[in-house]
């Protein structure tokens, strides 16, 4: 995974620290800015679709290599960091509207991985939360316990 983001940061002529780690099971590697001429760039990769794109190919890359299928989560730039803030905001809004009477409350399509988050923050505040729809379009709904 470190060898094939290292060739497109030099492809983008991008500057870029790498570090790997292992986070819930999962291989962790993340991308900072490591202060040369071309780190004002790694922020236009830190986009979360931009994120989502280059994980996908990152995935294939090694699976590629290693014939395993891959569950390796990229982080650019605090990217990870910044959305799960902006995920917990979300649910806290979700709750909100429960609070205000709402039977249920439905978020918008997003990964797996950030559904995961989603889950994981919804049990932490004592709510149920189910998965629905395919491909693009799935999505998740929150519902008191």
Known sequence: AADFLEGLL??????GDLALDVRNGR???S???D???GAADLGALADPTTVQALQELTRIAVQ????????????IGGS???RQRELDAL???????LDEGASQASLPPMSSYERKLIHDLVAERGLVSESYGEGADRH?????A
């Open 35 to 37: 202060g040369g001429e």
């Open 91 to 97: 649910v806290d809004r979700a709750v909100a509207r």
């Open 80 to 82: 990870r960091d910044t």
């Open 27 to 29: 291989a962790y590697v």
């Open 140 to 144: 998740t709904v929150i519902r008191r």
């Open 10 to 15: 030099d492809i983008a002529d991008i500057d």
């Open 64 to 75: 590629n290599r290693t014939g395993r299928f891959s569950r390796l989560i990229l982080d």
């Open 31 to 33: 991308i900072e800015q």
